[in-house]
């Protein structure tokens, strides 16, 4: 099977989940695992650092769907960066660039939280 | 089983006439004895000792016969050790009662010892009388109590043991054969002797047999200890007190040397049984022990392949603990959950609020599910104190043992042996715990660790190195038995789900459209392959209006797959088929409403890209929106483009945003002109080489194949797919195509 990796990093305030490998069905719970733990310990700023990621199926992109409500709710967002471009354009066609803000940068998200919060 | 019967009857008519016959001439002896003594001749004891040989021979087969026909056809005893000494001290008190008031009843016997002819003569009649009466009453006793030993000795037999004891038996028979004729107070021939001393011999090896007395109960064991000197000293009183035996030397010297030989081996060995059972004794409860275990562990090893339900395996099998360690303990099964892949993450923590949880970690937890003798409340208050239990099973998967929870250092008691010895005196009156001493093992199958199997004793140090190899066993067996009811309810589940994947299917299958619409000007077909047994692609057609001079065609994927996909499916199609009609004029319009209807009854995460088009054969034209799905190809002349338009897919947002990103356009169809509507299945298709099928060639197969038919067109693209991703690469998803062609006039 394809592998998948989930990792966080704090930034400040804000919790870096770097993604590789395949998202999709079989994987998707272990970052629906990851957004579990960051929500209940509170840390709501989000940035998803996709630049290792090389397929994301529906079940994938659903992760995304299921967490954001719940933690906008708290305050916080869930920001997206660093995509490749194939990744990019299944986001694009889904419409997700409406919903989530896309960062070329992952700095530049974590920056966005910032000057929000100030 | 009838000549058994007939036997029996020829036996007793044996021993009736015998006896009768030999009464008489007993009782003719008597008169004679009286009147002409000279008329007795010595010769009389040849006959006598005949007929009381015929006699004790039909007594004992009958005995024997008897004996064996009450029994259990296999049963290794024909009376069960334990009920042998019940009803032989019982019957030697009636024995020794009813020849003690016949002796009361009438004058003494006596025979007459001076005159050397009238010796052979009884005194009386009721001597007579008593002789017979001693014969059948006490001589059937120590008959009887002969074939019971007889069987004893021969339990549980060795090469040779039933040898010595026919050995045995048989030269006490010749011995007393020997005799023949003799009287009583005559000195032995040297055959007679040579066979008695054999007997003799063989009677001392006979003795040692008493392999039956370990496996009886320690009561039964200890009601043998009283029973045994009463048959001892009741066969002493009969043969001496009583004089019995000069009865049997009166009824017949041959039989009553080997009556005296059985009696004398009874005796003998019901003595060396009373010194093994005195010395067995202490043995006996570990024996007992052992062999329960042995019991509960053939109990619990038929479980593995009957008991196929997890729940009772857990029960029984604190039942079993409990059995083994006494029924004072306490014991109860704590269940590790660990937190897998396949848990999802919500579930784990719905479990983790479970009142009964022992003990948790980020990777699994705890919980008891069965008890036995112990409270849950009794259990938290050990485990909050004891929670290095659990971490070391979890972690090491070793026995923890604690010989005392008031001392042990783990449980952060300090080890003072003087404080702890002064305790004792002080004992107890404030403290109700029952937890004292403590042994808990994993249960562990093809790695994986399934739980603990916890047992604890109210004092200290009630384990020992034994009992932890025993409860270790049982959780070995058990834990193989919970090991196979999981495989076994697993490849049930799995059954049960591949049966509602193929309803699934089914109700899917029906859903997809049956037959092609008729649409002037224009050719449709579609098709739709699930990656799995249900998938999450959806097509259909909608005539619109009753002229039906418009048709609604969507293609639509549903995110995740499986039994739910189905269902969102089937809520897509009625949602389809009634706005569609509603809504005849605009796809935007469509999908928006659409959007407000599916949102609601989507679970989260989960969503619908869908392609809506509306094609008017009248003014030749497709009105064309889009819910983030792949851009429709369009061919038209030699050249194929994508219709690119923004929107986003159904279920994402409730209202606001779809509604501003929703676009949609018009476009003339010319004849000859090809729209091409697919799922990401066919562009997301890859080859051995892990490269996408892509737009660009599906655009090309479209382009190339724009002169064929419908259909045929289909079947181009689908055979590209499949071409493309033969010899090593995979659809990965769902694979739907349809195509809508202007058909040239």
């Not at chain 1, 733990?37 to 990621?53: H, P, T, W, Y």
């Not at chain 1, 916080?76 to 986001?91: H, L, S, T, V």
């Not at chain 2, 009843?105 to 006596?110: A, K, N």
Request: with cysteine; glycine share 6%; charged share 25%.
């Amino acid at each position: 099977m394809a592998t998948f990796n989930a990792s966080v990093r704090e930034s400040g305030k804000t919790s870096v989940i770097d993604v590789s490998g395949d998202l999709d069905a079989h994987t998707a719970v272990q970052l629906e695992r990851v957004f579990e733990k960051l929500i209940s310990e509170q840390r709501a700023n989000i940035v998803v650092n996709f630049s290792n990621l090389n397929y994301i199926s529906s079940a994938g992109l659903g992760v995304f769907m299921a967490f954001i409500d719940e933690v906008r709710s708290k305050g916080g967002d869930i920001k997206f960066a660093n995509m490749p471009e194939k990744i990019y354009q299944i986001f694009d066609l889904l419409g997700f660039p409406s919903l989530y803000e896309i960062y070329d940068d992952e700095k530049k998200a974590i920056e966005k939280f910032q000057t929000n919060a100030s | 089983m009838k000549e058994g019967v007939r036997f029996r009857y020829a036996l007793f008519l044996a021993l009736l006439v015998s006896e009768i016959l030999h009464l008489s001439l007993d009782i003719g002896l008597f008169y004679a004895g009286d009147a002409k003594p000279y008329l007795i001749s010595l010769g009389i004891l040849f006959v006598k000792d005949a007929l009381a040989c015929v006699a004790a021979g039909a007594m004992y087969l009958l005995i024997r016969r008897q004996l064996q026909a009450s029994a259990q056809p296999d049963a290794p005893f024909w009376v069960a050790p334990e009920d042998a000494f019940k009803r032989g001290a019982s019957l030697i008190a009636l024995n020794v009662a009813l020849i003690a008031i016949y002796g009361r009843l009438f004058e003494p016997s006596d025979f007459n010892p001076e005159d050397e002819i009238l010796a052979v003569a009884p005194q009386s009649v009721y001597t007579a009388f008593k002789t017979h009466l001693s014969f059948l009453t006490f001589g059937a006793y120590l008959l009887a109590m002969f074939v019971v030993i007889e069987r004893l000795i021969l339990f549980r037999r060795a090469r040779n043991t039933k040898v010595n004891f026919i050995l045995m038996a048989t030269s006490l028979a010749l011995g007393a054969v020997a005799t023949f004729g003799a009287r009583k107070g005559d000195a032995l021939n040297l055959v007679a002797i040579a066979f008695l001393s054999v007997a003799g011999l063989m009677m001392i090896v006979n003795l040692f047999r008493l392999s039956w007395i370990l496996p009886i109960r320690r009561d039964e064991k200890i009601r043998a200890l009283f029973l045994a000197p009463v048959i001892i000293g009741g066969v002493a009183i009969a043969m001496n007190a009583l004089r019995i035996d000069e009865h049997f030397a009166a009824h017949s010297f041959a039989v009553s040397i080997f009556l005296k030989g059985v009696a004398i081996f009874c005796s003998l060995y019901l003595v060396v049984t009373l010194f093994s059972l005195l010395f067995y004794l202490p043995a006996s409860e570990a024996y007992e022990r052992k062999s329960i275990e042995v019991r509960n562990l053939y109990a619990m090893s038929k479980f593995i392949t009957d008991v196929l339900e997890e729940e009772k395996i857990y029960d029984s099998l604190v039942g079993y603990a409990r059995d083994a360690f006494g029924a004072s303990s306490l014991a109860w099964f704590d269940l590790h959950c660990p937190y897998d892949e396949t848990t999802r993450a919500g579930e784990s923590a719905a479990m983790a609020k479970l009142p009964n949880l022992r003990w948790k970690n980020q990777n699994g937890c705890f919980k008891t599910v069965a008890q036995q003798n112990v409270s849950l409340d009794e259990i938290h208050r050990f485990s909050s104190k004891a929670e290095f239990v659990w971490r070391e099973i979890a972690e090491r998967a070793s026995v923890v043992r604690i010989d005392d929870v008031k001392n042990d250092e783990r449980l952060g008691a300090s080890p003072s042996a003087v404080k702890n010895f002064l305790r004792r005196f002080k004992r107890d009156s404030n403290s109700s715990e029952r937890i004292v001493s403590f042994i808990a093992v994993p249960l562990v199958a093809r790695n994986k660790l399934m739980g603990a199997l916890c047992v604890a004793k109210d004092y200290e140090h009630g384990f020992v190195k034994e009992d932890i190899e025993l409860i270790a066993t049982f959780a070995d067996q058990a834990a193989l038995a919970i090991d196979n009811a999981r495989l076994i309810r697993a490849l049930i589940d799995k059954e049960r789900l591949q049966q509602e994947l193929l309803v699934a299917q089914k109700i899917q299958l029906r859903l997809l459209p049956q037959t092609q619409p008729k649409a002037s000007g224009f050719e449709v077909d579609g098709v739709s392959y699930p990656a799995y047994e249900v998938g999450g692609d959806y097509y259909d057609y909608v005539p619109i209006g009753d002229d039906e001079r418009r048709i609604g065609v969507i293609v639509a994927d549903v995110s995740g797959k499986g039994t739910s996909a189905a269902f969102y499916m089937a809520e897509l199609k009625g949602v389809v088929q009634s706005l569609a009609r509603i809504y005849p004029d605009s796809p935007k319009e469509f999908l928006c409403r659409a959007n407000e209807t599916i949102s609601r009854g989507l679970e989260k995460g989960s969503f619908i890209s869908a392609i809506y088009g509306i094609v008017d054969t009248e003014r030749k034209s497709l009105h064309l929106s889009n819910a983030g799905h792949c851009p429709a190809i369009v061919v038209q002349g030699d050249e194929a483009r994508f219709i690119e338009i923004k929107g986003l897919a159904l279920g994402l947002d409730k209202g606001a945003i779809f509604s501003k990103n929703i676009r949609e356009t018009r476009i003339d169809l010319n004849e000859g002109d090809v729209v091409v509507f697919y799922t990401d299945g066919v562009v997301e298709a890859i080859d051995k080489n892990n490269e996408l099928f892509g737009y660009w060639r599906l655009a090309e197969v479209a382009r190339h194949s724009r002169r064929k038919s419908a259909s045929e067109i289909k079947n181009d693209i689908f055979n590209a797919v499949n071409a493309f991703t033969n010899d090593g690469g995979a659809v990965r998803d769902d694979l739907t195509i349809v195509v809508l062609k202007r058909l040239a006039a």
